[in-house]
Every structure is written in structure tokens, then in C-alpha cells.
């Protein structure tokens, strides 16, 4: 009986981390954000922390994904402690940090994610980005 109920303690408060990335923002598809650049290119916005160590962690890629897509893509990197993003970041319900958003050249939500993210993932996911917003 005991080790049930600790089981059970574990489940209760181990779920919401392992659900994280499956929880989807309140009506995404429903919203547009006036605040992104509008120049015809889709936008790739990562809200981070200086003080996340995951954060951390991809920067170096994240940097270089930005310097391999600047020309298709506009990069919006916004520190989350930062007043100056407390705008665009209070649209949003983030649960955890990094959190990366993908947005159509109209602003239209596309792909969000949260967490560690591997950056062979994210190339994949920009590649795409640009090639269908080239096509239209």
C-alpha cells in the first residue's frame, strides 16, 4: 500500500514535466501578433533566459542557424527577464524555457516548441519554413 501511494505522489507531480511538450498554447491557431516583423519572410521568435542552463545550451546553434537563415528568416531572440519583452511574451503561456515559435510571413502560428530542442530538428523545421514561404 505504501509504495503505491508514493507511486502515486511520483505520477502527480512527474506529469506535468514529462506533458510539457505535448501542451499547445491558448487558441494559437486563432491568434495573430501584430508586434512581428512583417517583410514577407516567416519568423523564428525563441523567448529565453540568461540564467536557463538549456538555453544556454543551444545557443551556440540557435546563433548559428540564425547566421546560415538571416536572409530567409527573421530571428527574434528575446530575453524573457528583460522588460522590453514583457509585451510579447505576456501573449504567450510558457510553461518552460527555451521556447521557440515558428510563425508564417503573415504571423500566423506554425510550430512551437519547448525545452531542448535539437538543432538538426530546428534546421529541418527553418528549411521548410523558408522553402514554402519562397513558393508562395
Request: glycine share 4%.
Amino acid at each position: 500500500m505504501r509504495r503505491l501511494v508514493y507511486l502515486l505522489i511520483v505520477v502527480i507531480f512527474a506529469a506535468p514535466f514529462f506533458l510539457q511538450p505535448y501542451l499547445r498554447y491558448k487558441d494559437s491557431k486563432k491568434v495573430q501578433y501584430t508586434e512581428l516583423p512583417r517583410n514577407g519572410k516567416p519568423t523564428f521568435l525563441e523567448f529565453y533566459s540568461r540564467s536557463c542552463e538549456v538555453c544556454r545550451m543551444m545557443k551556440p546553434g540557435i546563433h548559428k542557424l540564425r547566421g546560415e537563415f538571416r536572409v530567409k528568416v527573421n530571428f527574434l531572440l528575446l530575453d524573457v527577464d528583460a522588460p522590453s519583452s514583457e509585451k510579447l511574451a505576456s501573449r504567450f503561456d510558457i510553461y518552460s524555457l527555451p521556447s521557440i515559435h515558428l510563425f508564417s510571413p503573415d504571423g500566423t502560428p506554425l510550430r512551437s516548441f519547448e525545452g531542448l530542442v535539437g538543432i538538426r530538428t530546428l534546421r529541418m523545421e527553418l528549411e521548410i519554413l523558408s522553402r514554402s514561404a519562397n513558393e508562395k
